[in-house]
């Protein structure tokens, strides 16, 4: 599976658009990008995926480089709620599905 | 659905003793995964099973470890006998195959002393 790097750390105003960024450059032709976060005490919890396309879903917003060297995870509208660590994980979608969770970057939605 | 539910979600035991973590997945789900998180090394993959199958334990750490799902609706894992270093959250997820989100549980914190 292709490596992915993320900031360890961001802070985002509440009420303004978190953009998360994350590196795959080595993402192959078959491997989707999921993300993935985990408020502070609970499980990680599905947030969006895509192959290459742009994607949208009542979370956020997911856009993927042409190339699908980079992408970015868009929060349109932050809140306090959103505080938490966010995963970007690359996989083959085939059978099993078993992620591989980096260290994610923590997101801090200031007042 | 009630989610995935795990049990208990706190277990404080002493260094040598038999732990068993539980896991009731989805209803319809076919996919289960175990799930270790510590400050140290972050969130890994124990073990898969498909179909109550075990696909993939290459995550588990050693022979103290094991895990079992005996219908479509149970699965354990299970710690023996337990020491201070498998102090961690254990988080149980499902998933349908024809889908691709995993649905995780709540985890169960485990303390040995």
């Known amino acids: 599976d292709a490596k992915t790097t993320q900031p360890t750390s961001m802070d985002c105003a509440e009420g303004r658009a978190a953009n998360l960024p994350c590196n795959h450059s080595t993402i192959s032709g078959n491997e989707y990008v999921y993300w993935y976060r985990q408020i502070h005490s609970q499980g990680p919890q599905y947030i969006i995926h895509g192959l290459k396309n742009n994607e949208t879903n009542e979370m956020a917003s997911l856009i993927i480089t042409e190339d699908r060297k980079s992408s970015t995870l868009i929060l349109p509208h932050a809140t306090l709620r959103d505080t938490a660590v966010y995963y970007c994980i690359v996989r083959v979608d085939n059978y099993g599905q078993n992620f591989v969770f980096g260290p994610g970057t923590r997101l801090s939605v200031l007042p | 659905d009630a989610g995935v539910i795990q049990s208990p979600r706190h277990e404080v035991t002493e260094m040598g003793q038999e732990v068993t973590l539980r896991c009731k997945p989805i209803?319809?789900?076919?996919?289960l995964f175990w799930y270790r998180q510590t400050m140290m090394r972050g969130l890994e993959l124990l073990i898969y099973f498909n179909n109550n199958v075990p696909i993939d334990d290459s995550g588990m750490p050693e022979d103290r470890f094991s895990a079992k799902m005996p219908n479509a609706s149970f699965s354990t894992l299970k710690i023996q006998p337990s020491e201070p270093r498998d102090s961690a959250v254990y988080f149980c997820?499902?998933?349908?195959?024809?889908?691709?989100?995993?649905?995780f549980g709540p985890g169960t914190r485990l303390t040995v002393t």
């Open positions: 997820a499902s998933r349908e195959d024809t889908t691709y989100e995993q649905y």
């Open positions: 209803s319809g789900h076919n996919s």
